[in-house]
């Protein structure tokens, strides 16, 4: 299995790290080839999950937007996001390499119920590592896991955010290897796990084909996802790879969108560097030392992004573009307001990009944007900033 995306990916992780990864890569090839086990995981996604999700048209969007809009429905998933397929996956193949316990690392807070629910249903111990400043704003999430039976610990190191909860996972992981697999929430990080989140949530876009060939005969034109790390976006994107008539287009978080001022876009404003144990854009000072991110979405806040999201832009595959904060609230308000959806920030951020660049689009293009989750757990945040209880919606559509 390549380690590299092109120039992009890698191990550069501690020496004592290099068993567990490669006992995760063996692993990988052993299960993922064997019909028992594949034959669990896909029960589990359609019995226990609710797989497949649908392909859902929005009529009312669509119109204002001049293009045909579809929502790949993740938010109706389990637990509420895209995460969980990645979770039951690492799970299965954490017991069934006889490990007992789970680490995790989350930022939303999404990855981590959703580890907490694999690890509840399988007979797994979880701990989950979660920055102080995410804790405080993502507090529904913590008392679910909290109710899953796992534990959360609170990280007050450094910007006490999603880098700093992957950092204290990482090293959990190095002292107990032995009985504990590091359920990574996203597709980034050392080799193989770009790979192995990427094989699990590519179930979102081999679906997508399915769905599309079924309601217009053919793909979609254009696929559209929000790149945190990089999970829902590769998934969505990988079965429309060799596909090069399919544009896919990946949208990162500009966070107030001021200039100077803190984003969570390492694709649109970063340059290469290491960090997690890959190498991949990753937003940094001139001596290479990591900037914050920022974003109203937590799930996005993140300065670096999966080897597979660099290479493919670097290749010219994909493209990566930027929507702030109020593009993705008054996307959360307008799918609300006129097809009764209410998204998840992190997906309001794709949406926010459709709706801002419809009118750039061939009219009446085929348009899915994966909507990676609901945004129930979003309504205090999205309330917060805007001070009036809700976010005004998007602009008239288009232009
Ligand atoms: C709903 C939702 N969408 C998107 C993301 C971003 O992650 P990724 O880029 O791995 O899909 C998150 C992260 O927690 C999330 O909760």
Redesign the pocket.
Known sequence: MDAYFGDFGGQFVPELLMPPLNELEEAMGRFFGDPAFTGELDGLLSGYAGRPTPLTFCPSLSERLGVELWLKREDLLHTG???INNTLGQALLAKAMGKSRLVAE???G??GVATAVAAARLGLDAVVYMGAVDVERQSVNVARMRLLGAEVKSVADGTRTLKDAINEALRDWIATQRDTHYCF???AGPHPFPTLVRELQSVIGKEIRAQAMEAWGGPPDLVCA????????IGAFSAFLPDRGVRLVGVEAAGTGEPGCCNSAPLNLGRPGVLHGQLSMLLQTDDGQILPSHSVS???DYPGVGPEHSFLQASGRAEYFMADDSDALGAFRTLSLLEGIIP?L??SHALGWVIKNARSLAPGSKVVVNL??RGDKDLDIAAERTGEGFPPPSGQGGG
């Open positions: 996001a895209h995460k989350t930022g939303a999404q990855p929430g996203t597709a929000c790149v945190g790390g990089g999970s829902n976006a937590a799930g996005l998840a992190e997906s990676s989750g």
